[in-house]
């Protein structure tokens, strides 16, 4: 059996894992000369994070996929207590650094470290998490769920699924944003 779900669950990680880490590259490169450019950029991939990863991706994982993994393999509810947990705070934290990031951009070099910090910590804290989903949550799911489990969580997850993410026609509304931001982004991460 070859789920819907599973393949969606990990093109969705790998876009986010490159956004993550074409974030982590933009920040370590800094603004240089051209400070509206690796501003608007960053901005523009905090507010994808926060448009779909957070409201689209976590709530599926939370209300439909780990509930039914936790009934069939209670041995793992404490990782699926402590995702849950990460998905909850993470909506609040990416706001957090889009606060930080205009503060850095309006208010200058003094607040650059905090918003620096802050998303490294951030970067990392996803990245693992995602590592986490990956090696214990979705082999679970592999071993324990059954074919009607399967169907209905690859009807929803089919129903609404990441935009930048292969696999699909992307939606124009995303399609503009990824544009802008691999367009606006200097080499490697993007061609601008």
Request: net charge negative; glycine share 4%.
């Amino acid at each position: 059996m070859n789920p819907t779900t599973l393949r969606i669950i990990r093109d969705e990680h790998a876009t986010l894992s490159a956004m993550l880490q074409s974030m982590e590259m933009m920040i370590k490169r800094g603004p240089h000369d051209a400070p509206e450019q690796f501003f608007d950029v960053l901005r523009a991939m905090l507010f994808y994070i926060d448009e779909f990863p957070e409201r689209l991706h976590h709530p599926k994982e939370t209300e439909l996929l780990f509930p039914r993994v936790a009934q069939h393999a209670p041995e793992i509810q404490a990782t699926l207590d402590k995702l849950s947990a990460d998905h909850a705070i993470s909506e609040v934290a990416v706001r957090e650094l889009q606060h930080l990031l205009l503060a850095w951009e309006l208010v200058g070099e003094s607040r650059r470290q905090k918003f620096e910090d802050a998303a490294r910590g951030y970067i990392a804290q996803y990245l693992v998490h995602m590592r986490l989903e990956e090696s214990v949550v979705l082999p679970a799911a592999e071993r324990v769920l059954d074919a009607a489990d399967w169907h209905a969580l690859d009807h929803a997850f089919g129903s609404n699924h990441d935009p930048l993410a292969g696999g699909q026609a992307r939606d124009p509304v995303y399609d503009r944003l990824f544009t802008r931001i691999v367009m606006r982004a200097p080499a490697p991460i993007g061609v601008g």
